[in-house]
Structures are given as structure tokens and as C-alpha cells.
């Protein structure tokens, strides 16, 4: 490996921990999140926010870009990390994460730079991306492309495989899906709750080429991507069917679809960033004091309106 | 009439309930995608493993799936996010269960704003006026606990699909253990002369409430709770437009095609009075804890009293010209 590849691929993983930490830190704050989900595609996304995509942060409407779609959206952490990371918004802004006027739980198109496309609710992102992929084709934009992330609970849905009958229909070679597959959804294993196997076979069924890599080892993510973007492609769709660790770098977190969808306590934040520093050998701080939220709901509102 | 709140949330008295209910009704069967600790229907898997069916993350697949069971003698509960029942699978629904009249019952679990953080996906301020506009479909919005739990005993004695709503939300109790739900009937909460307040669901509370401060102020103001929105009691709201000839809705729901559409219907053809509705109006969804969702939204006993006061003003200054 050149020394240069090498120091491409430190800088990515050390963007991946800096979205997990950075993640950690706002969700703490907002009292809600998906945990498990942003730090399984961490690499994924610093690696597609480190070179892989075109896309300019001083310039995130340039319409010779390539455009993301965050499928799984809720993920959406990771998203806005990897975004404030680059330079799209303030880093600060992602401390808006589920605030009244704030960044939503799932991401909204146009809510800040460099999100395209609203989504929540599961297996809608893959046929907006053809959408998308179809548009830069009748425009005569052969320059960008399409890059879809979706979890693997979500290839439950119909949609997903209607999606991708379109794109081998049309020969969207512009359009690269990735599945982040963690193996596990909001309840438990895929295999035990509904197994999406054989996967890889599925979408070569469809007419897509389909690409298998280790979705935290940044050498064969770059090297995957690489020929997806300039081997793969000849009138076909590629899926990039990445394996992945729901929860990666924190012991407790990983497989454990507890932490789908929950938010750390104050204590439980620090076990985590000290999992972190251990999984990776940092020393990182919180860049902050971290404080959560109390939801009274209802009986706050009344009871403090009657007061 | 004193408010206070129970200390388990709807979601946990729907997983009970259906606990209940499967002990007694062996053809009762629950379907779930991929949500069943957030709604609570993992209580009824453990108890009866082999009448839980998990169809996966596909909504339409598990309407489809309930209703092909029900067509065949099951009564059944597919169970997912008001979101997903009323917007995603609205097609399945339709056409699968309401049109052919088969015995499924549709739980919409986190309904309204009590999806919260989830933002506008998962959230769902549209569904009372997506499954009224259904044919033959009965539509629900229960109180509190025990009116929920009366609620699923009296739809497994009436055939017919029932989509009834399951909020996350510690509600205010309305009624005790003995309180009994019946289809198309309303209840008056508190008497009043100026003003009647109507709430569905969980948002009764804040008519409740919001009657205790307008009492302060010398404006006597009727609470009427309408946990039946299909079929709904048209005596009882034709008798308050009567009485108090003033209403102001509120309710967890956009203010189009919910309570205060359904109470609109009624009042304009049968005795017109003046009318306000509290809830969402042409606005998007933020994502945000619930306390502060119903501040954003001024979904709170201040603003429905402040509504209700304008109301009342203006109806005495038209009596007194």
C-alpha cells in the first residue's frame, strides 16, 4: 500500500470515530436517537463524505454533483455528523437534533445542506434514488452519480424490490445502492424476525451487479467503491452489500438491538466514549459538558398551565 | 374535578388488554412489523408464541396477511405506527378489509404527536380522517386506560373492522375500572352554560383543564369527551350546540377531518353554532419530546381557554346587540 493510500485511509477512520463520538455526544443531549444504526455505517459514510462522492460543501447544490439518499433515515445521526464534519453546516447545529425548529429524527429534504431527500419511513429511498438516477440520465448528466444506503431490516419491504426492477430495467448504471447489513432490526436478528437471505442472490436476480466488502475495513470499502464507480457499471445497477456490526466500537451496543433506538444516560455516555477510546486506541474527551433532557409530556403541561 | 394522571402508559394497557382478550378469544391472533416492544404486543407473543405472526418491515404485507386470516374466521390485530396503518398500508386497508367488512381490528400505536422525536414520519396527525373517510370502518380515540381496555372487550363482540388509536402517553384518568365503552357514545365530563369543550383521546385532559381556568374567570364551560368518532352520538352534540350554542374542539389530529370535522358535520346540518378547532393545522411535523410538541403547537388548557374565551365574548356580545 502507497504511503498515501495509507494516509487516506487513517483520515477516513478517523472521521468514522469522530461521527460515532460526535453522534454519541447529540444524541445524549437530545434524549433520543439510533445508536446502533450510525455507528454501523460510520465507515460507509466517512468514506462516501471522504472522496468517494463529488460533492462540495461550499457549494452542496451544484448540480454536477453526486447525491445521497440516507434510505435507512433513521440513521440519520451518522448523516448529520459526517455533514457537519465536512464543512456542510456548523458543527454546532447538530446539537439542534430533535428540538422544536431543530434537525429532525429522520432526515428532511432542504432542512439543512446537503440532505436530499425525506425519509422515516423504510423502503422509500431506493425508488426516489432511481427517481433521481432517471433525472440525471434524461438531463444529460452523465458526470454524477446516486448513492443510496438501506438498512437490511428495510429489504423487508416491497418497495425495495419494486425499486430494484426499475433500476435494472432502465440500466442504471448511475446508481449505486449500498446495504449496510448489521444483521439485526429494531427488535431483534433478521434471521429470527424476517430473514432477507439470500441477499447477494436476490439482487443478482434483479439484474444488479452486486459487490460484497467488510463494512468497517476502509482499505476494501475504498477498493469496492472504486470499482463500482469505474468497472461495474455498463447499462447495470450496483449493489454494494456491505457486512456490518450493529453498534461497532462499543462492546455492550454491538448485535444488541436494544440500542436500535435508545438514548445513553450522562453515565452510560462516558462508558461509551470509553468503549470508543478502547476499540480504537484514542484518548478523546466529550467537546462538551453533556446534559439530557426530561420529557414531563402531558401531565407538565397541564399541571404546569393549572399552577 | 380533579385531574390526575396514571402512572402506565396506553401503549402498556393495549399488550395487556390483548393478553386478556387471547386467553378467552382463541381465534384472536396479533401481527406485528417489527415493533412489537414499542407497542407492547411482545406481552401477547410470549404468552401465545403461535398467534403472534411477524410479517417483517411490510406494512402492506401485514394488512394483507390480516386480512387473509380474518377471511378465513381469525379476528385480527395487526399492529404498527398509526403512520404506517393509516398513510403506508392505506391501499391494503381499503380494499382488503374495510370494503369486504373483515373482523380486523387496527391498532395505531403512537398516534398523533406521540411519535415525538420521530418527526413527521412516524407520526400521524391524519389518521381519524383517513380511516373515517373509509367505508365501514368503526374509528376510536380512547381517554385513558380503563376506556382503552372496555374499548377491545366491546369490538371483539362486534364484527367489523375498528381502527382504534394506541398513544405513548401516560394519560389523565377520565373514568374508574367499571367505565364501559359503547360504540357512538360521548360523555359529558362537567356541565357548563357559555361554552362546550369537546377532546378526543388523551386530549380531554386538557379540556378538563382548561375548564378549571376558565371557571376562575367566571365562564362556565361543559367538557364533552368523544372517544367514538365513527359512529359518533350526534344527540349528545346536537344537545350541547343547544345548550351552550359555542364549541371549541382539541384534539392530538390535524384540524381537518378529525373531531372537530366530525363535530362540524353534525352541528352545521342539525343546529349550527359557532365553532373553533384546536390541532395541527397546515403545518409540518417537528420532531421534538411531547411536553414541547404540545407547547409549539399550543395544544395546552392556556390556549384552549384563550380560544374558548374569545368564543364566549363574542357569542355575548351578539346576544346582547
Request: glycine fraction near 10%; proline fraction near 4%; charge should be negative.
Amino acid at each position: 500500500m502507497t504511503r498515501l493510500t495509507s494516509e487516506l485511509h487513517q483520515a477516513i477512520d478517523a472521521k468514522a470515530f469522530a461521527i460515532r463520538q460526535l453522534c454519541l455526544e447529540f444524541i445524549t443531549c437530545a434524549g433520543w436517537g439510533h445508536i446502533g444504526g450510525s455507528f454501523s455505517e460510520a465507515e460507509l459514510l466517512a468514506s462516501l463524505y471522504g472522496g468517494i462522492m463529488n460533492v462540495d460543501p461550499q457549494n452542496p447544490s451544484d448540480p454536477r454533483r453526486d447525491m445521497f439518499v440516507l434510505s435507512k433515515a433513521h440513521a440519520s445521526p451518522a448523516l448529520y455528523a459526517v455533514l457537519a464534519l465536512s464543512g456542510f453546516f456548523p458543527r454546532e447545529r447538530v446539537f439542534s437534533y430533535c428540538r422544536p425548529d431543530g434537525l429532525d429524527g429522520h432526515t428532511q429534504r432542504g432542512q439543512c445542506p446537503g440532505i436530499e431527500y425525506s425519509g422515516g419511513s423504510l423502503g422509500t429511498g431506493l425508488s426516489y434514488a432511481t427517481g433521481l438516477a432517471l433525472a440525471l440520465r434524461l438531463g444529460d448528466n452523465f458526470a454524477s452519480r446516486v448513492y443510496c444506503l438501506l438498512g437490511d431490516g428495510e429489504c423487508n419491504e416491497g418497495q425495495i424490490w419494486e425499486a430494484a426492477m426499475s433500476a435494472a430495467h432502465y440500466g442504471l448504471d448511475n446508481l449505486i445502492a449500498i446495504v449496510d447489513y448489521n444483521k439485526v432490526m429494531a427488535k431483534g436478528k433478521l434471521s429470527d424476525l424476517m430473514s432477507v437471505e439470500p441477499l447477494s442472490d436476490k439482487f443478482a436476480s434483479f439484474g444488479w451487479t452486486v459487490l460484497e466488502c467488510d463494512g468497517h475495513d476502509v482499505a476494501e470499502i475504498q477498493m469496492i467503491f472504486h470499482r463500482a464507480k469505474y468497472l461495474e457499471m455498463k447499462g447495470r445497477p450496483t449493489v454494494v452489500i456491505a457486512h456490518t456490526v450493529k453498534g461497532r466500537g462499543v462492546p455492550e451496543a454491538e448485535f444488541n438491538y436494544h440500542w436500535h433506538t435508545h438514548a445513553p444516560s450522562i453515565e452510560q455516555a462516558g462508558q461509551f466514549l470509553a468503549a470508543l477510546n478502547k476499540t480504537y486506541g484514542k484518548q478523546e474527551k466529550f467537546s462538551r459538558p453533556l446534559a439530557s433532557p426530561k420529557d414531563g409530556g402531558l401531565e407538565a403541561v397541564i399541571f404546569g398551565d393549572l399552577a | 374535578m380533579k385531574i390526575s394522571f396514571s402512572t402506565k402508559s396506553l401503549r402498556e394497557t393495549f399488550g395487556q388488554t390483548l393478553v386478556e382478550l387471547g386467553e378467552r378469544y382463541k381465534q384472536l391472533i396479533v401481527l406485528d412489523a417489527d415493533l412489537n416492544t414499542s407497542a407492547r404486543t411482545v406481552l401477547f407473543k410470549e404468552r401465545y408464541p403461535d398467534r403472534f405472526i411477524q410479517c417483517g418491515i411490510a406494512e402492506a404485507n401485514l394488512f394483507g396477511i390480516a386480512a387473509g386470516l380474518a377471511a378465513q374466521g381469525y379476528v385480527t390485530f395487526p399492529s404498527t405506527f398509526a403512520a404506517f396503518a393509516a398513510r403506508k398500508a392505506l391501499d391494503q386497508v381499503y380494499v382488503n378489509i374495510a370494503y369486504p367488512k373483515l373482523d380486523v381490528k387496527i391498532a395505531g400505536s403512537y398516534c398523533g404527536m406521540t411519535a415525538t422525536e420521530c418527526g413527521p414520519s412516524h407520526n400521524c396527525a391524519e389518521d381519524l380522517a383517513i380511516m373515517r373517510a373509509l367505508p365501514h370502518v368503526k374509528v376510536l380515540d380512547p381517554g385513558d386506560n380503563y376506556e382503552l381496555r372496555s374499548m377491545m372487550h366491546a369490538m371483539m363482540a362486534e364484527p367489523g373492522p375498528v381502527y382504534f388509536r394506541v398513544a405513548k402517553v401516560n394519560a389523565a384518568e377520565l373514568f374508574g375500572p367499571d367505565h364501559n365503552f359503547e360504540f357512538g357514545v360521548g360523555h359529558l365530563l362537567r356541565e357548563g352554560r357559555d361554552v362546550t369543550l369537546f377532546g378526543t383521546g388523551f386530549m380531554t385532559a386538557v379540556a378538563l383543564a382548561a375548564a378549571t381556568l376558565l371557571d376562575r374567570e367566571g365562564i362556565s364551560a361543559a367538557v364533552a369527551h368523544i372517544p367514538s368518532l365513527k359512529p359518533i352520538d350526534e344527540e349528545l352534540i346536537v344537545r350541547q350546540a343547544r345548550a351552550t350554542g359555542a364549541f371549541v374542539t382539541i384534539e392530538n389530529h390535524r384540524v381537518f377531518g378529525g373531531l372537530g370535522g366530525a363535530v362540524a358535520e353534525i352541528v352545521s346540518r342539525e343546529y349550527p353554532v359557532q365553532l373553533e378547532m384546536l390541532g395541527l393545522g397546515d403545518t409540518v411535523f417537528e420532531a421534538a419530546p411531547l411536553q414541547d410538541l404540545l407547547r409549539h403547537y399550543e395544544l395546552t388548557p392556556h390556549a384552549l381557554a384563550a380560544r374558548a374565551r374569545a368564543l364566549v365574548t363574542r357569542k355575548r356580545r351578539a346576544t346582547a346587540a
